[in-house]
Every structure is written in structure tokens, then in C-alpha cells.
Nanobody
Framework: VSLVESGGGLVQPGGSLRLSCTAS????????MSWHRQAPGKERQLVGS????????EYVDSVKGRFTISRDNGKKTVYLQMTSLTPEDTATYYC??????????WGQGTQVTVSS
């Protein structure tokens, strides 16, 4: 399955942004999905994940209460709603599809820059 992210851009501190990740085919509905980010000079970090049916989400501590992952299997799309953004959230954001064995498919990434 191929994944395409969109929705990145420049936002002021305290602002919000919603990223989307759309899959190429119906297999999307069988995969757990996740969002990751990588800031310059840092390792890629798992931001959060969502189960196949969307019933369970998990987040890294630094984004809990600010970021929300959701999915629409009919649209083959997973979302990352980001609020209360800070400059520390600046990174390239990637979505990935997989399961218990890891993340098998990755998007190309979308840049999020938080700056005044």
C-alpha cells in the first residue's frame, strides 16, 4: 500500500494543524496506522498510533492532550489533529501502516514548521 501525507505547513505557536494520510487501496482497513516525526538532527520518533477499527489510540507523552489520531476506513485516510503547537513540534511528519511486527509502509512525509 502506498501512503501520501498532506496538510503540513507553517503555523504560529499555539496554533493548530490537521495532517491527512491517504492510502492507495482497500488494504488500508486491515492495518494499524501511526504517525511519526523527525526533527533536524534527531531520530525519528513515534508520535502515536491507532488500531484497525480506530478504537484504541496511543501517544507519546509529549503530545498527549494536544494531538489526536483518527481514521476513516471508508476514505482510506488517517488524520493527525495537532493543537497547541510549539516550536518543538517542528518536524517532518510521516504516516506508516503496519501491525504488531512493525511499520511496513511509509509515506513521503510532510513538513510542519511552528514559528512566529
Amino acid at each position: 500500500v502506498s501512503l501520501v501525507e498532506s496538510g503540513g505547513g507553517l503555523v504560529q505557536p499555539g496554533g493548530s494543524l490537521r495532517l491527512s494520510c491517504t492510502a492507495s487501496d482497500y488494504m488500508f482497513q486491515f492495518y494499524q496506522m501511526s504517525w511519526h516525526r523527525q526533527a533536524p538532527g534527531k531520530e525519528r520518533q513515534l508520535v502515536g498510533s491507532i488500531t484497525v477499527a480506530g478504537g484504541i489510540t496511543e501517544y507519546v507523552d509529549s503530545v498527549k492532550g494536544r494531538f489526536t489520531i483518527s481514521r476513516d476506513n471508508g476514505k482510506k485516510t488517517v488524520y493527525l489533529q495537532m493543537t497547541s503547537l510549539t516550536p518543538e513540534d517542528t518536524a517532518t511528519y510521516y504516516c506508516a501502516a503496519g501491525g504488531s511486527r512493525g511499520w511496513d509502509y511509509w509515506g513521503q512525509g510532510t513538513q510542519v514548521t511552528v514559528s512566529s
